[in-house]
């Protein structure tokens, strides 16, 4: 017997488009499934004025209007905050409708992040105005201090910068960005409802050992990194327990195979094509596929204050593994897609 299953359709609240060449390669991949987007401002330069962030989607729109296929999809713009970023800037650009989020980086702590904040102070004033005004935070939580071992990144972001800001400015909505950790999800279940997170597809399906074990695998790399199985295992008890704090973010971040594939290689994994099916298949596997849709469409737009989409998704399991496409073309370059290291079973049948 065909299992079917169908929510209202997903949104993803982390996502990297890139620009040029590569927005082009990759915008379908989210529009054909996600009905809106939290697009990340780490550009080269980042997207820090209204203005950027205006021009910036028209140019996802125009990509995406390049494409046969026609997607209703509405890119969420944000703004990167910089330790120059004037408060007045980033209200106007909300009151204005222009963007629906404001992400802070630390400097130095992913990529294209050197714009980003090297002490959490020099931004309160932005900060003050963003609680007054009801403006989103989205907080990549890393320290990036050289002696902090980088497994224990997110939990000294806690301790050092998280924890003494909701303490100091409690209204301040603030989303915990792809929370990799038991720590940081045990943080944010200890705090009233304007505070969330996002977890990732990839941070669901995999530890640091399917990363390390039997060889490198660059395509596996992300930030921040994929820790051990017990913090996995704290972010599926997260996302399958119908807590409306978690929520998806892709944290699709398409980087070309081969500055992955390199001595240095660049962080991020490219899931858009493939997220619903994963999702979907380790919710299964977890018993908990009636959790998937308050996951994927529900607690998002319930923090970010928006409606629920009205389209619905249909998914149907498949008796024989999905076939999807393990790369897309970039250019002259390809993009490698997430291999989530199980078969899926899952595929998106309709949206309508
Ligand atoms: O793995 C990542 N890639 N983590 C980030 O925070 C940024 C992203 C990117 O932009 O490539
Ligand atoms: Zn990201």
């Known amino acids: 017997m065909t299992q079917q299953l169908v929510i209202a359709q997903p949104d993803d609240w982390h996502l990297h488009l890139r620009d040029g060449e590569m927005l082009e390669s990759v915008v379908a ?25 205006v021009a910036y989607s028209k140019r996802i729109n125009q990509a995406l209007n390049q494409h046969a296929a026609k997607h209703d999809f509405t890119p969420l713009m944000t703004l990167y905050l910089t330790e120059q970023t004037v408060a007045t800037d980033v209200v106007n650009a909300a009151k204005n409708g222009v ?5 802070l980086y630390p400097a130095g702590a992913t990529t294209n992040s050197a714009s980003g904040v090297t002490e959490i102070n ?75 997170a996002t977890i990732t597809p990839h941070h669901l399906a995999l530890n640091r050992n399917h990363m390390l074990v039997g060889g490198i695998r660059p395509h596996y790399y992300c930030l921040p990194i994929l820790k051990r199985g017990d913090h996995q295992h704290a972010l599926m008890a ?33 899931n858009s094509p493939n997220t619903m099916s994963t999702l979907a298949q380790l919710f299964d596997d977890a018993n908990a596929l009636d959790k998937l849709e308050g996951f994927t469409s529900l607690h998002g737009p319930k923090f970010y204050q928006l409606p629920v989409n009205d389209a619905k998704m ?33 595929r998106v049948e309709s949206i309508a």
């Open 238 to 270: 997260a996302a399958t327990s119908g807590d409306a704090r978690f929520f998806l973010g892709t944290d699709s971040a398409p980087h070309t195979a081969n500055t992955k594939e390199s001595a240095c290689g660049c962080a991020g994994v490219f």
């Open 99 to 103: 963007i629906s989020a404001v992400k």
């Open 314 to 346: 249909t998914l149907i399991k498949q008796t024989e593994p999905v076939q999807y496409e393990t790369q897309i073309k970039a250019g002259d370059e390809h993009v490698v897609v997430f291999d989530p290291g199980q078969a899926l079973y899952w």
């Open 122 to 196: 020099k931004v309160m004033p932005v900060l003050e105005a963003m609680a007054e005004h009801n403006i989103v935070l989205c907080m990549h939580g890393e320290v990036t201090r050289s002696e902090v071992d980088i497994f224990d990144r997110e939990q000294a972001f806690i301790d050092d910068v998280l924890a003494p800001l909701r303490e100091t400015l409690p209204e301040l909505r603030i989303v915990l960005e792809h929370v990799t950790t038991s720590d940081g999800v045990d943080f944010v279940q200890s705090q009233p409802s304007n505070m969330a």
């Open 29 to 53: 991949a989210s529009a054909r499934h996600f009905r809106r987007a939290i697009i990340m401002p780490n550009l080269v330069p980042p997207v820090v004025t209204e203005k950027d962030a």
